[in-house]
Nanobody, 125 residues
Framework: QVQLVESGGGLVQAGGSLRLSCAAS????????MGWFRQAPGKLREFVAA????????YYAESLKGRFTISRDIANNTVDLQMNSLKPEDAAVYYC??????????????????WGQGTHVAVSS
């Protein structure tokens, strides 16, 4: 079992930056691949970024490459999402996610997964 708690959301001006953090608890956190998703009002939840359990492999939504960076700190049980050059269309609730395999983010269907409660990001134009 893994519990995920996001933080770091807030209001930022367009062009600014935010760093989201996801704190995980559970004995096997280090064995899970981790990812971030987002959901804007009236839209489906969409994939943002993922990291392998070691942090050695990462994967991004094509449209976000170069602006968003995912990183994880296994020692501190956290996975962060650095968001730069934010745009109004980046406004959404951002969710932390854990899946058994990194490949669960790049094609295979996860057997199970865990979600955080989400943190809200607003971007003013």
């Amino acid at each position: 079992q893994v519990q995920l708690v996001e933080s770091g959301g807030g209001l930022v001006q367009a062009g600014g930056s935010l760093r989201l953090s996801c704190a995980a608890s559970g004995r096997t956190f280090s064995k899970y691949a981790m990812g971030w998703f987002r959901q804007a009002p009236g839209k489906l939840r969409e994939f943002v970024a993922a990291s392998s359990w070691s942090g050695g492999s990462t994967y991004y939504a094509e449209s976000l490459k170069g602006r968003f960076t995912i990183s994880r700190d296994i020692a501190n049980n956290t996975v962060d999402l650095q968001m730069n050059s934010l745009k109004p269309e980046d406004a959404a609730v951002y969710y932390c996610n854990a899946r058994p395999l990194f490949s669960d983010y790049v094609g295979t269907r996860p057997r199970y997964e865990y979600w955080g409660q989400g943190t809200h990001v607003a971007v003013s134009s």
